[in-house]
């Protein structure tokens, strides 16, 4: 009977140990920035990276409820890829269309766990949403769930890249030209300029720079693109996932881009903002690329004297030099056009096609970045030979390239419209 009496106390002493370290292990509740390794944030399922949240609680309410708001924003941190020596940027926000998203929550303690949980919904300008999230001593997870976009009259909508069907020889016919990149060049009265410098644009997209088979042949942007990007898909909940061909290391896959990697809000009847989370779409680059070395410089604060300086630095002694600058300064032209929208979204407009779409870049952001590639590369001799070249298999004579060449300060100045980007068709099963 002792023996019990004796068992029985301590199992109470320990109960109540138990009870007592339960009540004290809450985490205590402070104003917090939480990013990278103290935060994780899924969104419908996948997480994303590259953000950030400031938790800041309230003051306890009469009737005991603890709240408080969570200020939830984007954030490129590039030293988790073992890129050192560039500062933290703006990134895009959590949900689509938000470069900062607020939520009041109810914080509910769990004793036994030692967290706080808290779950809502809530809407946004361009969705509906739901979520849960869980709250420890040196981690907050949120769970963004149910995302609904509140426009969605392009959601559910599968492209894949209208295939190639023309070369260099056709761009004296541009009616005739099909490829995946839609290009539209308008300019104002420019007296004795009869060509299109549209022409100039179409002539990098189908020129042979970008070696294929292991450097034994090439192939222009626009075959590259056709034979690798299979289908690109507009969910409801405003995610962009892209199917795609790789043959990085010899094995040819079929993958699709990070979850949350590109998503999109539509904004207006004919316009919509894309956004690209920056930490998956610079993995995906390093994967791609042996030797990054602009990579640093191109996000320090002079965006536009990347471009020139890579280009300068090049001085490419022949022609296949030519088109590895070529090709890296139309690339490099692109993430100038995209970087200053990196945390707000990249602006596009769209004209639904009779089997598709034209999604195209805004013309004030193709003027900029336009003007940045072609007046860097036609002040490089060997660049511009070699662009010349390009236009002159194109039936251009000499003189018809100098002319362009010559006056493209002039037809920037005069542009009225320039659309860059993608002609898309519909994606059906057969295909």
Request: aromatic share 8%; charged share 15%; glycine share 6%.
């Amino acid at each position: 009977m002792r023996h019990y009496l004796l068992y029985s106390s301590i199992a109470i002493a320990l109960l109540v140990t138990g009870c007592d370290k339960d009540e004290a292990s809450l985490p205590q509740l402070k104003s917090t920035t939480y990013s990278a390794g103290t935060l994780t944030v899924n969104y419908c399922g996948d997480e994303m990276p590259s953000k950030q949240i400031v938790f800041t609680p309230s003051a306890v309410a009469s009737d005991g409820e603890q709240t408080a708001t969570l200020e939830m924003s984007g954030i490129l941190d590039l030293s988790s890829l073992g890129i050192k020596d560039i500062p933290m940027l703006p990134a895009p926000g959590v949900l689509p269309g938000d470069k900062t998203t607020t939520l009041s929550i109810a914080l509910v303690p769990d004793k036994k766990e030692g967290v706080y949980t808290f779950a809502g919904n809530d809407k946004t300008q361009y969705v509906t949403f739901s979520y849960t999230g869980e709250l420890s001593d040196s981690h907050l997870t949120i769970n963004i769930e149910d995302v609904k976009l509140l426009d969605s009259s392009l959601a559910g909508k599968v492209f894949n890249p209208v295939p190639v069907e023309a070369s260099l020889e056709d761009l004296k016919k541009p009616e005739n030209i099909k490829t995946p990149f839609y290009i539209r060049w308008e300019i104002g009265n420019l007296p004795g300029l009869e060509l299109n410098p549209g022409i100039i644009i179409n002539a990098l997209t189908l020129a042979p720079i970008i070696p294929v088979y292991n450097n034994t042949a090439y192939s222009s942007p626009a075959q590259v693109f056709d034979q690798c990007v299979q289908t690109m898909a507009l969910l409801p909940n405003g995610n962009i996932p892209v199917r795609y061909y790789s043959n990085h290391e010899g094995a040819t896959q079929l993958l699709t881009t990070n979850p949350n990697m590109l998503q999109y809000v539509v904004t207006g009847q004919n316009t919509l903002q894309v956004y690209i989370n920056p930490l998956s779409a610079v993995g995906l680059w390093l994967v791609a690329q042996s030797k990054p070395t602009w990579l640093p410089s191109f996000f320090d604060t002079a965006y536009a004297e990347t471009i020139k300086q890579q280009i300068a630095d090049s001085n490419p002694a022949n022609t296949s030099e030519a088109d590895e600058a070529i090709k890296n300064a139309l690339i490099q032209s692109l993430l100038l056009a995209i970087k200053p929208a990196m945390s707000d979204g990249l602006p596009l407009e769209f004209t639904p096609t009779d089997d598709g779409i034209n999604l195209y870049l805004t013309t004030e952001t193709c003027t900029d970045f336009i003007g940045i590639l072609l007046g860097e590369m036609v002040k490089q001799p060997a660049i511009a030979q070699r662009l010349a070249q390009y236009l002159t298999q194109a039936g251009l004579t000499q003189e018809d390239v100098a002319e362009l060449i010559q006056n493209i300060p002039a037809i920037l100045q005069a542009t009225t419209k320039l659309n860059i980007g993608l002609s898309l068709q519909n994606y059906t099963l057969q295909q």
